[in-house]
């Protein structure tokens, strides 16, 4: 069959090389002293990326690493290509697919120099950020990652970026079924949605309005423009979403949201999921079932912090155990997601919505 002339391209945030330490230690120089993440001055954020995190933090990090390796790498690098594979499957061997990383290997670069190869005729690209939620240090580090390899090496393509898909229906029944066997099979007292944090200051940066996010008294679920670029209310939404869709409030146990891997001093979004943890287990909950629905696939942040140093905490607190949720991951419902979007991409300009 003939080759598409559009091409899939599949972003995450990225992964070490190996949980060796100087691979660490590269992999954190790239993620950290990206103006997005780490959003002050730049000589501010060398200072502190080089004086202050690199001497320690890539020896914790390998640890932490070493932990949740898997035989064939990193997890996240293999469940992208687990989720690439079957979506090839579905789409046919003529659309060419490819992952890239915002850091590590392989890169967005790399992402479009192997649809270039797959098909030099290519004319536009559909990349898709990963991220159900849009963050400052998430979804538009890779949109302007993105555009600059665009601009650079191949400004005659079209690029097309899928918006965050919090909302969408289909995305929704995937997270919904992810987290259903683990309800239903498991007698817990909590559902605790924990998402990835940031800085407060993020949300204000990207307030469209300029008075809004965390400005007014439930300012997330007042309607507003903000919304369109807010990660807060995004959170907020997708655990509204899932909770409807599984009818928590109609369950025998209690459900809330929390923010996890703070870094630095200053205000980050809270609560907290450490202090959340601790403070569920002394208030007598037994047993929690935590889920990530910031991520879709599992990586350090899912298996590491939460599997195995939150479960650490809650039972130190007081708890019995902590199940963790798995993320999406390569799930059918979640192929099911992306093999639409990805179809209606596909469709001749014209009958494109």
Sequence with gaps: ???????????????????EPADLKVYLREFLTDKRVIDVP????????EAMILPFRPKESAEAYELIWWDEGSPLIVITQQVIDKLQKRL?????????????????????????????????????????QYAMATTETVIEKAKEVWQEKYPH???????????????????????????????????????????????KKRDITGDHCLKCEDCCNINSPAHTFCYRHQNVK????????LDLDNKDFSYSFAFQSKL??????????????????EEGVKKVAVCCPAF??????????????????????GGDDLILIPCVNDSDLWIDALETWCTNMLKPAETVA
């Excluded at 969408?168 to 498991?186: C, F, M, N, T």
């Design 264 to 281: 630095g001093i200053d205000p980050w979004l809270s609560p907290a999921t450490d202090s959340e943890l601790v403070r569920l287990a």
């Design 1 to 19: 069959m003939e080759q598409s002339k559009t091409g899939i391209l599949l972003v995450n945030l990225g992964s070490p090389d190996s949980y």
């Design 157 to 203: 393509l079209e690029m097309i970026t899928k918006d965050a898909f919090y909302d969408d229906p289909q995305y929704v029944k995937a997270l919904g079924e992810s987290i259903r066997p683990y309800i239903e099979e498991h007698d817990i007292d909590h559902l605790l949605f924990s998402y990835h944090g940031v800085p407060e200051r993020h949300i």
């Design 42 to 49: 730049t000589p501010l954020r060398k200072f502190i990326v």
């Design 296 to 317: 879709i696939s599992d990586c350090i942040e899912t298996l590491e912090e939460i599997g195995i140093r939150g479960k650490e905490d809650f039972v130190e607190a």
């Design 92 to 132: 046919g061997d003529e659309v060419p697919i490819s992952m890239g990383m915002r850091y590590g290997n392989p890169s967005i670069e790399a992402g479009f120099d192997e649809l270039m190869e797959k098909n030099p005729d290519l004319e536009r690209v559909f990349m898709i950020p990963l991220y159900p």
């Design 238 to 245: 997708t655990t509204q979403n899932a909770a409807e869709y």
